[in-house]
Nanobody, 116 residues
Framework: QVQFVESGGGLVQPGGSLRLSCAASGINLSMYAMGWYRQAPGNQRELVASISRGGARTNYADSVKGRFTISRVNTKSTVYLQMSSLKPEDTAVYYC?????????WGQGTQVTVSS
């Protein structure tokens, strides 16, 4: 079955950068638009970035536009999220999943904490 394994999170100071990775298995990644989601304590999970199947089109939530970049390497079944100019409000657990209708199976996520 489909499985997502996210990594690359950590503690970073405001203004810093992180690169998240998502390794997918159990699916042909090239057949799916993919997205990065995040969930902060007390908040609903939200889609922050998505990328088309071939990688030509990307979309971002207004809150991260200009600071985050999503990319993918289908031959490695991997999706990335480059985050820069991080803010305390970016603190959340980050997940990857389909960018259209998410699979019911979610990974464990990776914690990103932005704090001085």
């Amino acid at each position: 079955q489909v499985q997502f394994v996210e990594s690359g999170g950590g503690l970073v100071q405001p203004g810093g950068s992180l690169r998240l990775s998502c390794a997918a298995s159990g699916i042909n990644l090239s057949m799916y638009a993919m997205g990065w989601y995040r969930q902060a304590p007390g908040n609903q999970r939200e889609l922050v970035a998505s990328i088309s199947r071939g990688g030509a089109r990307t979309n971002y939530a207004d809150s991260v536009k200009g600071r985050f970049t999503i990319s993918r390497v289908n031959t490695k079944s991997t999706v990335y999220l480059q985050m820069s100019s991080l803010k305390p409000e970016d603190t959340a657990v980050y997940y990857c999943n389909s960018g259209d209708v998410p699979f019911s199976s979610w990974g464990q996520g990776t914690q990103v904490t932005v704090s001085s």
